[in-house]
């Protein structure tokens, strides 16, 4: 059965930082860096490809569905403009 997750956007990194998942399962990202996230770029096993940046603080983006036939590591990446850590990195681990 297809689960809803969530990654926490920290200033030192998404939490969690590799996520395991399951082709259907919902996942959204919650910015939780107290400044806006003016960059993010999404993991490819995710649809729809539309870029949620950018991401004010406090907000959750859309829910982004896991796609079948997707297993393997994905990585994904965002960017806050301070303290400018340059970009920060998460996996998507889809089974």
Request: with cysteine.
């Amino acid at each position: 059965m297809p689960q809803d997750l969530n990654i926490s956007l920290t200033s030192s990194g998404p939490s969690p930082s590799i996520q395991d998942c399951d082709p259907g399962d919902k996942i959204t990202w919650t910015n939780n860096t107290g400044v806006s996230v003016d960059a993010f770029t999404l993991p490819t096993c995710v649809s729809p490809q539309t870029d949620p940046a950018p991401i004010a603080a406090g907000d959750t983006t859309r829910k982004y569905t896991v796609n079948n036939g997707t297993n393997g590591e994905y990585g994904y990446s965002y960017d806050i403009p301070s303290p400018k850590e340059g970009a920060l990195n998460g996996t998507i681990d889809v089974s």
